[in-house]
């Protein structure tokens, strides 16, 4: 389709993401006006067909559909207080990472300013910009992400979560807070495997059996969790205590950093001193939201 089909829209912010984001756009055949704090990362684009817009001023004044891609809302507010004045009658799609709280603070903001906020959360790397199988958390007014679906598509899939900015946002925290533990715990293994003579690649195998087990264990965990059930009749937490202990000796043994599997087992203790020996180890859940409130 030529591009004078395709919605022009206006991407501020370079980064990898940004960049990726931008190309995509191009790729698509969308007239992309650009706008970095340092001017150079345009330059790729530029090459390819984006406008350089010479202030965020008038990058805002560019288009009416604005996606943003920012390391968080501290550097949106930088960019975009002096250059408010531009902001009515703009939608911004800020794919920024933040926390929800950030996120509906800034949607006030933006309503102040005559401007409409959509919250997003992508769940990918810049490598997956540009597929349709990756996913993007978004929030906000719906009738905003309804107009805008089409060309946040070509992005990556839209998963719309509600009307409340946060929710994209909180969304997002809620998985990334399972990524890093996840990847740490990976990452851990790893340095327990190395310092026993074991290399990343022999274990590679083992470690993709234990994590391809996971979805299995979530299947049958969360409707259970979602009933209060934290039931003993599958695994007790008196038996993860003496697992979680079996793997910090080891840990210490090796010579390895501590500091996790000790964590781990001092949440394991916790639910122990709770009376929770004989429950599931889901009943952690209690624990932790507890510790949380
Ligand atoms: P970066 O942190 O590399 O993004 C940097 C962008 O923010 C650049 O355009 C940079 O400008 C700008 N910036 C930062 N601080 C300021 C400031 N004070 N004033 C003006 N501009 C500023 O992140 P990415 O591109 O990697 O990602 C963008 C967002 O997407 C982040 O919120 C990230 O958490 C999220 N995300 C990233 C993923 C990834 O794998 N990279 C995956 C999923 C989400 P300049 O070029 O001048 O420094």
Redesign the pocket.
Known sequence: MSKRFKQSLTVI???????AMAAAFLDAGHPVTVW???AS?AEPLVARGAVLAPTAEAALAANELVVL????Y??MY??LRPAAGALAGRTVVN????TPQQARAAADWMAGHGAVHLTG??????SGIGKPESATFYSGPEEAFLTHRATLEVLTGADYRGVDPGLAALYYQIQMDMFWTGLLGYLHAVALARANGISAGEFLPYATSTMSLMPGFLAFYAPRIDAGDHGGDVDRLAMGVASVEHVLHTVEASGVDRALPAAVLELFRRGMAAGRGADSVTSLIEVIGKAAA
């Open positions: 912010g370079l980064g990898p993401m940004g960049q970095n704090r340092t990362r891609s920012l390391t968080d501290r550097a930088e960019i794919l920024s990472s933040d959360g992508v769940q990918v790397p810049p």
